[in-house]
Nanobody, 113 residues
Framework: QVQLVESGGGLVQAGGSLRLSCAPSGRSLRLNSMAWYRQAPGKQRELVAFISITGSTNYADSVKGRFTISRDNAENRGYLRMSSLKPEDTALYYC???????WGQGTQVTVSS
C-alpha cells in the first residue's frame, strides 16, 4: 500500500530552522490537498499546516509566521519549512493527504533550548 514518507527531521537549537519533505512511496498517489501534523510525547496528534489543491494554506496558531507549507506539483513532494524553532516544537512530524491515508513513520524534530 502506498504510504507517505517523511524526511528532514533532526536536532536543532532553539531559533534554528529545518525543512521537512514528504513524498509518496509509489507513483499512484498524488499529493493534492495535504497537511503536516505533529505528535509530542504524551499528547495527541495535532494539525500543524494544511495546503489545499488550489494552494490555499492554513496554519495552527502556534506556528503562524514561523512555518510555511508548500507543494511541488511537478515533483509530487510536499514541504514544511520551519524557522524560529522552539523547544515546544519538539515532536514526531507526519505528512498526510486530506482526507487522510494510513500514517507513515514520521520524522523526529527535536529542538534544544
Amino acid at each position: 500500500q502506498v504510504q507517505l514518507v517523511e524526511s528532514g527531521g533532526g536536532l536543532v537549537q532553539a531559533g534554528g530552522s529545518l525543512r521537512l519533505s514528504c513524498a509518496p512511496s509509489g507513483r499512484s498517489l498524488r499529493l493534492n490537498s495535504m497537511a503536516w501534523y505533529r505528535q509530542a510525547p504524551g499528547k495527541q496528534r495535532e494539525l500543524v499546516a494544511f495546503i489545499s489543491i488550489t494552494g490555499s494554506t492554513n496554519y495552527a496558531d502556534s506556528v503562524k509566521g514561523r512555518f510555511t507549507i508548500s507543494r511541488d506539483n511537478a515533483e509530487n513532494r510536499g514541504y514544511l519549512r520551519m524557522s524560529s524553532l522552539k523547544p515546544e516544537d519538539t515532536a514526531l512530524y507526519y505528512c498526510n493527504t486530506v482526507p487522510n491515508r494510513p500514517w507513515g513513520q514520521g520524522t523526529q524534530v527535536t529542538v534544544s533550548s
